[in-house]
């Protein structure tokens, strides 16, 4: 063989490994663009089934600030979801005994115990681009602080979730310690999504018009959804005032207020069959000084069961609470 022909030859394995790398190339991409959920009779895209965000529980709600100006590499994000999710599981519960509170639940207790840690992103928060909450305002600030003074004052001060009332949008929506499945069971025309803490379902009627009349308002808003194509947009809006509300980012005594004028559109994206791209965007110029986003995956689990959730602590609670704050006040 001479050399011009060897180099022929070579020429030829080149190209041929080239076209066949991008054939499988194309071939992956063509089988990700084709995939397609199931439609039902109305239209929609069948979303429905039990979907778990627990796997996001590892993940700050805040970017960490060895990540501030720079893009993290995906080695980085695995290594820092990796020692988080080991840090909690490693944690030994010693008792109620040695709490300097009133102490939590052993480990066995919570899901991300028994669930592996999704590497997905280095924060919750996608916007602003730095990963922070925005500042809340200077009256949410003073109604915050006043939460703490007086929540033992009676009990309409109390946190709404302690109350069994809601969580709200995003007590439910967030990955918190557990009950992180939720049910989403389709009709036509409506996408129910049910929430196992606090038996809470939100009804979310799909292409029904407008929102309803300004003068009624709820806890967890109006919302009003429609699909683009694969992913199902959530609009809500005649929020309730609630001075007391738990939210991610207000650690601390006091919880950050829900103002009226509050706005959240939410996308639910289908990425595969198995998992759902799931976004919020909040904006409340009266509580917080910009609008801001979080953003996680939802991973279908066909073996999450839901279970009764009575939420009566909260109700034995009060009693202990109140009389505790006015032992306090007579001391």
């Known amino acids: 063989m001479t050399m011009d022909s060897f180099k022929a030859k070579k020429a030829a394995v080149k190209i041929a490994a080239l076209v066949l790398l991008l054939m499988s190339i194309s071939s992956t991409a063509l089988a990700q663009t084709e995939w397609a959920p199931n439609i039902l009779s109305d239209g929609q895209p069948d979303i429905g089934g039990m979907w778990n965000n627990v796997g996001a529980t590892a993940t700050p709600l805040e970017l960490p600030d060895q990540f501030q100006g720079r893009e993290p590499s995906q080695e980085e994000i695995a290594a820092l979801i990796q020692s988080r999710d080991e840090a909690r599981k490693s944690d030994t519960w010693t008792g109620f005994e040695n709490s300097s509170g009133v102490g939590a639940y052993e480990n066995y207790w919570f899901d991300?115990?028994?669930?592996?840690?999704?590497?997905?992103?280095?924060?919750?928060?996608?916007?602003?681009?730095?990963?922070?909450?925005?500042?809340?305002?200077?009256?949410?600030?003073?109604?915050?602080?006043?939460?703490?003074?007086?929540?033992?004052?009676?009990?309409?001060?109390?946190?709404?979730?302690?109350?069994?009332?809601?969580?709200?949008?995003?007590?439910?929506?967030?990955?918190?310690?557990?009950?992180?499945?939720?049910l989403i069971v389709q009709s036509p025309g409506y996408v129910v999504i049910h929430s196992e803490m606090i038996h809470n379902a939100r009804i979310i009627p799909i292409d029904a018009g407008p929102h309803l009349h300004k003068n009624i308002s709820q806890i967890e808003g109006d919302p009003r959804g429609h699909w683009r194509g694969n992913t199902l947009y959530v609009e809500s809006t005649n929020f309730d005032y609630v001075a007391n509300m738990r939210a991610p980012g207000t650690p601390g005594p006091g919880n950050a207020p829900q103002h009226p004028g509050r706005k959240m559109l939410e996308t639910f994206t289908f990425v595969d069959q198995n998992t759902l791209r799931y976004s919020l965007t909040v904006e409340d110029p009266e509580t917080y000084t910009a609008p801001w986003t979080v953003a996680f995956p939802y991973q279908r689990d066909d073996e999450y069961t839901q279970y009764e959730y009575a939420c009566h602590e909260g109700n034995y609670a009060m009693e202990s609470r109140l009389s505790g704050a006015r032992v306090q006040e007579r001391d």
């Not at 109390?158 to 310690?177: H, Y």
């Open 112 to 182: 991300w115990f028994w669930s592996d840690a999704v590497a997905d992103a280095p924060a919750l928060i996608v916007e602003p681009r730095n990963g922070r909450r925005p500042a809340l305002t200077e009256k949410a600030k003073a109604i915050r602080a006043a939460n703490a003074r007086q929540e033992h004052d009676s009990a309409a001060n109390v946190e709404s979730g302690d109350r069994c009332l809601s969580r709200g949008v995003f007590g439910m929506m967030m990955p918190t310690a557990y009950n992180n499945g939720k």
